[in-house]
């Protein structure tokens, strides 16, 4: 059997979600359709990790075994020819039997947009969550920084997460804020924060950006956020924050190379 | 009475175009219906042009006779919880009883973007028409410099225009290719071209991208736009390019000030 790894990118606008679940509609589900379609034999993906319903990926690693003879440059062409127009196979190459697109995820990064403006980018709506009371970014940065680190997440997890452990290492948690230039009226933030981590738990990005909201709105102080972390309670922070806003941005694979 | 001028953004992909029609769903129609509802009287409104099915708009411009009392500042806001998530007002003000956004328009601008590249990007797929052979962007650039001035464009419009002169005057024609960056496999150029003119005939900017995409394809030369236009025949030109990668950019108005 080949073991055949793939890059997609997705909007997340009309799935539940990546996992297939009981109520179908999901990334895997149409994905394995297609490609169970295309090589003729039932395909089982494995995904970098789930997302979940409305969150997009710009970069969803998945893997699959088949005893398909396509050659690796076909896959892409033939599997988008029975996608629909919201998710995209952008590349596909061949690798060792032991490669697993999740066990082997070395980083994660995530990225959440938001408007911060008057009004919403009308072409963007479904992919940055807008706020319209200006932000503090210098109190978000602030509060970022608690972040950094080895830390044990489950203030800022769901309280649903089944994982054993809550314990997560982010690399990186950068907020950038660019003016908004191209918009009609020439008003407004555009704010992207980007984790990179070696895992994330259920909701964990989502309820660390509506606490920072909180925040940037002054409903909380920078340093809440190490109280927060301290607690170990999910209901010492904020709300889980809307999921459009949400991409899966991409992910880093040391063992065989990095893709791109 | 009073004269009302709005600036709205939609995104064209779900509608019949600008104009009321028989058919119905058109933008003009959600807008008017939206109006009527708020002022509860009815509502006609003035654009400042037509766009085609599935063209969209940064920046149009719209202006209606009201006896409303509703002030100018509350407008955008009210009419936005009134008009569907794909069409929304940014801007509006009073203007003097002679404004009339189609007459009093001096200079519109037309942006058509096109991805040319392997692989569309899933989240701009409704706003970019995705071309995948390599286009030579200098050919593209010496053909556009024949379109400036003034010209009659009779070869690049429908041959359904009706309008009794199509001379018209182009102010400036530019294309601008960026490398992509973004996509996760760093691939491709976004090729953006830019016509600024004292007005548009029907079809216009969709058959000068077409023909000029044929140009940079290499199956005709940069020097044929000038025969084409020489021409006076539509059946000299190239083909009318797919509506979604075209957006009505910006609109300006000379006698009451510029609007931003």
Redesign the interface.
């Known amino acids: 059997m080949r073991n055949i790894r793939m890059?997609i990118?997705?909007?997340g606008t009309s799935y539940n979600g990546f996992q297939s679940q009981p109520n179908g509609n999901t990334i895997q589900d149409r994905l394995e359709h297609a490609l169970s379609r295309l090589t003729g034999e039932p395909v089982k993906i494995i995904g970098s990790g789930r997302t979940d319903a409305g969150v997009?990926a710009?970069?969803q690693v998945v893997n699959f075994s088949t005893s398909s003879r396509i050659p690796t440059e076909k896959w892409?062409k033939a599997l988008?020819s029975l996608l629909p127009?919201?998710?995209?196979a952008?590349?596909a190459d061949e690798v060792p039997e032991y490669f697993h697109a999740r066990k082997c995820a070395k980083m994660k990064t995530y990225r959440y947009t938001i408007r911060n403006s008057?009004?919403?980018d009308?072409?963007?709506?479904h992919?940055e969550y807008h706020h319209y009371t200006p932000l503090d970014h210098a109190a978000m940065r602030r509060a970022l920084a608690y972040l950094v680190g080895t830390h044990d997440f489950t203030s800022l997890c769901s309280a649903r997460s089944t994982q054993e452990s809550h314990v997560r290492t982010l690399f990186r948690a950068e907020l950038t804020a660019v003016p908004i230039m191209?918009?009609?009226?020439?008003e407004g933030t555009l704010i992207t924060i980007d984790l990179t981590g070696n895992g994330f738990l259920y909701n964990m990005v989502r309820i660390i950006v509506g606490t920072l909201i909180q925040i940037g709105e002054g409903k909380r102080t920078s340093e809440s956020m190490g109280l927060i972390l301290a607690g170990k309670d999910r209901s010492l922070a904020g709300p889980t924050a809307m999921a459009h806003g949400l991409t899966l941005w991409?992910i880093k694979y040391d063992e065989i190379g990095d893709i791109?």
Chains 1, 2 share one sequence.
Do not use: A, M, Q, W
């Not at 127009?85 to 995209?88: C, F, H, P, Q, V």
């Not at 191209?182 to 020439?186: C, F, G, L, Q």
């Open positions: 890059i990118s997705y909007d997009h710009r970069k892409t988008n127009e919201d998710i995209l952008v590349y008057c009004y919403p009308i072409f963007r709506r992919f191209d918009d009609p009226i020439r991409d791109t």
